[in-house]
């Protein structure tokens, strides 16, 4: 009895912690979108009262900067995307299917960028580009890019094969389809989600990256990289519809995916 | 779906690999363009790293060229000028990961085991855990400093309150500095660790206080332990990426300049003042000591599985 109840207020008192966690975790989230709509002058730091004009200026404001770096971030996380899926998804196949002699150096050769902190990833990139005379811009930015995302790109694909039960491309090979066919038909579509996540996390990773391509970037600025240089003057609020609109989507897509394999796990479990 | 890359990160037992048994070139052909594409991107920039850290400066005294030497004097030079950033860097990074590891445990507990009976609020409770991500690390930076400046709500309410004196600030401060940093990384920590207490089996926990244990020793001697793979996996990636963050420390953010950490040098050098050498041998300081903190780390947390 007695110890029921102090189980009782010790749950209450997790989830009070918990939701207190939960409102410092949402609170400069909240902050950020309330000041989109701000109405502001020149900067956006005191609170002047509600409107939409930041939604209809982001490609006028500042001569169209924050606009600019918005789709500079963009090509960047596009291209680094598909290269990091690409290299990634081909050594997650290699290393979980096959047996290797250098297994563990590359694993380890996978793991060090992810335990390697990014300014030394991004100054020692910056110190080879310099030494080879490679000027800096958007191409030394996605070389970069591509480098940090691959390891994730391994990691989460890699899961995804070894949860593949192999039966299914025997079954194929014994149907006679060929290995093209097999892959296409079989190994492909069922590590089609294992891919999507990791060129979703990949492309999350490069957008948001300021350290790495801070070294990398020269002239070229991507949208971190203008909120950076804009701190010291004052970031415009139109910065600020940018990130909310980045935020709404992506938060969408997730609550949007996990609707849909909830929904699908549910018709899974009908029809078995 | 950042989901999936955190729940294998590294700390968590690896997945075993269905039939790694066949030989086949065609794997080579896999690993092959990747590997290399790592090892020109990342093996041949840590080697023109280090050749830079011993590097002399430019014999006809131009500024920003600097000619191939072993001077290694100046891993001695840079430790003699730098050594307040770097303790600070790995000072701040500690502390900012204990904070983290005390908001994030919770947290994780909470949506791990409590919620574990309602699975459309546990799943709200992680997008919740993960919507840092999806918003500007800077932009989120900015926010802080804007609610914790001088004339921001939060210093208001402590000082009408009295806990802090009239002329106190809060931004620029060290303590700054360290919760923007904790802020930061609480989702790296509650991940992880979420995935350890999910599969948490809640009989050994009953067990604990059938056998009469306390709730506080039943959590020492059996939860904690058994979640251990997430809180070494989760401290690692809060303190690595802590150890190496300029942006919190940055005068423009959350610091000034006598919170620069050893990002913020090795940026200033690197960038401003094009003093290659120091940048480049600040950051091998940097990884080096990583390495080792980590190493020791995991030898003490008793954790082989981690590469």
Redesign the interface.
């Given at each position: 009895m007695n110890r029921g109840l102090r189980f009782g207020i010790g749950s209450w008192g997790l989830a009070v912690y918990a939701i207190l966690g939960f409102v410092l975790l949402l609170t400069p989230i909240v902050y950020t979108i309330a000041f989109s709509f701000n109405d502001s002058v020149k900067t956006n730091i005191v609170w002047r009262g509600f409107t939409f004009e930041n939604w209809t200026t982001i490609c006028t404001v500042e001569n169209g900067a924050v606009c600019e770096a918005f789709a500079t971030s963009i090509l960047v996380g596009v291209v680094a995307t598909l290269a990091a899926t690409a290299l990634g998804t081909a050594i997650a196949i290699a290393l979980a299917r096959y047996r290797l002699r250098f297994r563990s150096a590359a694993t380890l050769l996978i793991f060090l960028p992810m335990a390697t902190p990014e300014v030394v990833l991004g100054a020692g990139l910056a110190a080879q580009f310099l030494t080879a005379g490679v000027p800096k811009g958007v191409l030394t930015i996605i070389l970069a890019h591509t480098m940090f995302c691959i390891s994730f790109v391994v990691v989460t694909v890699r899961a995804r094969v070894s949860s593949l039960d192999p039966a299914l491309e025997e079954a194929g090979r014994d149907l006679y389809a060929s290995p093209g066919q097999v892959w296409w038909r079989i190994t492909f579509p069922l590590l089609l989600p294992g891919i999507v996540a990791a060129a979703l996390l990949s492309f999350a990773l490069s957008f948001d990256d300021f350290i790495i391509t801070n070294f990398n970037a020269g002239a070229a600025s991507t949208f971190p990289k203008y909120v950076y240089t804009a701190a010291a003057r004052g970031i415009p609020a139109q910065a600020n519809v940018i990130a909310t609109a980045v935020f709404l989507l992506a938060i969408a897509l997730v609550i949007g995916s996990q609707l849909y394999s909830a929904a699908r796990r549910k018709r899974l479990a009908r029809t078995s | 779906?950042?989901f999936?890359?955190f729940?294998?990160?590294?700390g968590t037992p690896a997945?075993?690999?269905?039939?790694?048994?066949?030989?086949?070139p065609?794997?080579?052909l896999?690993?092959l363009?990747?590997?290399a594409?790592?090892?020109l991107?990342?093996?041949?920039?840590?080697v023109?790293?280090i050749?830079?850290s011993v590097k002399a400066p430019d014999p006809f005294g131009e500024i920003g060229r600097y000619v191939y030497a072993f001077r290694w004097e100046n891993y001695a030079e840079v430790l003699a000028t730098y050594w307040p950033h770097i303790g600070r860097s790995f000072g701040f990074a500690i502390a900012a990961t204990i904070i983290a590891l005390l908001?994030?445990y919770?947290?994780a507990?909470?949506?791990g085991v409590?919620l574990r009976r309602f699975?459309l609020l546990q799943?709200l409770?992680l997008?919740?855990?993960?919507?840092?991500?999806?918003?500007?690390?800077?932009?989120?930076?900015?926010?802080?400093k804007?609610?914790l400046?001088d004339e921001g709500p939060v210093l208001g309410v402590l000082q009408s309150m009295t806990i802090l004196p009239d002329d106190a600030r809060l931004t620029g401060t060290a303590g700054a500095v360290i919760f923007g940093i904790a802020?930061n990384f609480?989702?790296f920590m509650t991940l992880p660790i979420y995935t350890s207490l999910e599969r948490l089996d809640l009989r050994y926990v009953e067990a604990g206080?059938d056998l009469y244990a306390s709730?506080v020793t039943t959590f020492f001697t059996v939860t904690l332990p058994l979640s251990m793979p997430g809180v070494v996996s989760g401290t690692?990636l809060t303190f690595?990426?802590a150890?190496?963050?300029?942006?919190n420390a940055?005068s423009?953010?959350l610091g000034a300049p006598d919170t620069a950490m050893?990002?913020n040098v090795?940026?200033a050098n690197?960038?401003r003042v094009e003093n290659?050498p120091v940048?480049?041998s600040l950051?091998i300081i940097?990884?080096g000591a990583?390495l080792l903190l980590?190493g020791l780390y995991i030898r003490r947390a008793g954790t082989k599985d981690l590469?």
């Open positions: - | 779906m950042a999936g890359a729940g294998s990160a590294p997945v075993a690999d269905a039939a790694p048994g066949r030989k086949s065609v794997a080579l896999l690993l363009p990747g590997v594409y790592l090892a991107f990342f093996v041949v920039p840590f023109s790293l050749v830079t908001i994030g919770p947290i507990y909470f949506i409590k699975p799943a409770a997008v919740l855990v993960i919507a840092p991500f999806f918003i500007s690390f800077l932009l989120r930076t900015f926010a802080w804007q609610i400046a802020y609480i989702p206080g709730p690692l690595i990426p150890a190496g963050d300029y942006i940055s423009d953010f050893i990002g090795i940026e690197f960038l290659y940048a480049a950051s940097l990884m990583i980590v590469v």
